[in-house]
């Protein structure tokens, strides 16, 4: 089992906004990621270095870290959001984490 | 495009050694980043094995240590995953990946997978 916690699952309306969580460990000197997962494909990275979006993924999706918490923001939901989103951690003994993933329904 | 590609026995008995490849396509793995393994169960969530950095300095999830090496093949442009021991709690789908930036903070490359069954 994970150290991470994450919510195990998430719904949302389209157009509405998730907030998905990844808390466990003190993340003060730790790197962030996350990742979107979809049925029967790998995962892509969506925002790394706890708040830097890849070029390819769309500006609606935001990350950020307040206290020991890391926070990943999908805004104007829509269906291609539909999968299930990772936490990561990079630094000390937490080097290569994943939490245990959220399953975002958009309904 | 980094392209990645996974190849590798299917299945693998009890107590022998799991053999992967990633063979990786438009980019030098000798010109930096990380590469890594990282699989996933049926059904289940994600699990980072390891990274080597192109110098050749290896990271490995503390809960396989004893059991994983990864190494790299310049000449080939590939890399490798060894796992020794192996048993049914190593049944899982292996993607081999590459790091977004030249340093360990996501890995925005993935292979498409390949699954590995531990059995008799």
């Known amino acids: 089992?994970?150290?991470?916690?994450?919510?195990?699952?998430?719904s949302v309306s389209p157009g509405q906004t998730a907030n998905i969580t990844c808390s466990g460990v003190k993340l003060d000197d730790k790197i962030t990621c996350w990742y979107h997962q979809r049925p029967g494909q790998s995962p892509v990275l969506v925002i790394y270095r706890n708040a830097v979006r890849p070029s390819e993924i769309p500006e609606r999706i935001s990350g950020f870290i307040s206290g020991?918490?890391?926070?990943?923001?999908?805004?104007?939901?829509?269906?291609?959001?539909?999968g299930v989103y990772y936490c990561q951690l990079w630094g000390g003994n937490s080097d290569g984490v994943f939490g245990p993933g959220t399953k975002v329904t958009v309904l | 495009q980094v392209q990645l590609r996974e190849s590798g026995p299917g299945v693998v008995k009890p107590s022998e050694t799991l053999s992967l490849d990633c063979a990786v396509s438009n980019f030098s793995i000798a010109s930096g980043y990380y590469w890594g393994w990282i699989?996933?169960?049926?059904?289940?969530g994600l699990?980072?094995?390891?990274?080597?950095?192109?110098?050749g300095s290896t990271f490995y999830n503390p809960s396989l240590n004893?059991?994983?090496s990864i190494s790299l093949d310049t000449s080939r442009n590939f890399f490798s995953l060894k796992l020794t021991s192996v048993t049914a709690a190593d049944t899982a789908m292996y993607f081999c990946v590459r790091s977004i930036i030249h340093e360990s903070s996501g890995y925005g490359f993935w292979g498409q997978g390949i699954l590995v069954t531990v059995s008799s």
């Open chain 2, 47 to 55: 699990e980072w094995i390891g990274s080597i950095f192109h110098s």
């Open chain 1, 68 to 82: 020991n918490t890391a926070t990943l923001t999908i805004t104007g939901t829509q269906a291609t959001d539909e």
């Open chain 2, 39 to 44: 699989r996933q169960p049926p059904g289940q």
């Open chain 2, 66 to 68: 004893s059991r994983v």
């Open chain 1, 1 to 10: 089992s994970s150290e991470l916690t994450q919510p195990s699952s998430l």
